[in-house]
């Protein structure tokens, strides 16, 4: 994947998750499914995981880092979920969103095509930052489908 797409699917995400701000706060908060995450959740979810990413790992990323582990998924998922839901407000999350995606934005701009190949571990996983972006692109859009789904299922 290169830099140039890598910056795209960002900007994309940023038109996404404006487009979220219509979303009612009934449908923003109940689950998308029995036993699932609300929207709100799902959000705060890929929110609170860039600005992990952002300031856990990104800075920290040259060739041969062996970074921390990352946090305990279902506790850091929770907090997430939390955050959304007795927090912050539906609009005041997306733009938390926008900027933090901002934040990823300038970050791929300053890098070079190949600081993309550095290789590093998050605890025992390996990635190069291009796998490490991939991983996390492929994890926005299962989410942006199964919000898309929800969504359009109930404006129909």
Do not use: C
Request: without cysteine.
């Amino acid at each position: 994947m290169k830099k140039e797409q890598i910056i795209d699917h960002h900007e994309s995400f940023k038109m996404w998750l404006n487009e979220l701000k219509s979303i009612n706060k009934e449908e923003w908060l109940q689950p998308m499914e029995t036993g699932k995450w609300s929207i709100a959740a799902n959000v705060s979810h890929i929110i609170k995981w860039d600005q992990y990413s952002l300031q856990e790992i990104l800075p920290y990323v040259v060739e041969g880092a062996e970074l921390t582990p990352f946090p305990d998924f279902k506790e850091f998922n929770g907090e997430a979920e939390e955050y959304a839901h007795r927090v912050v407000k539906q609009e005041d999350l997306v733009e938390e969103g926008i900027r933090t995606r901002d934040q990823i934005i300038a970050y791929v701009k300053n890098l070079s095509e190949n600081d993309f190949l550095q290789a590093f571990k998050v605890g025992d996983q390996h990635f190069t930052l291009e796998e490490f972006f991939e991983d996390f692109i492929g994890h926005d859009k299962h989410h942006q489908e199964q919000i898309e789904e929800v969504v359009s299922l109930e404006r129909t």
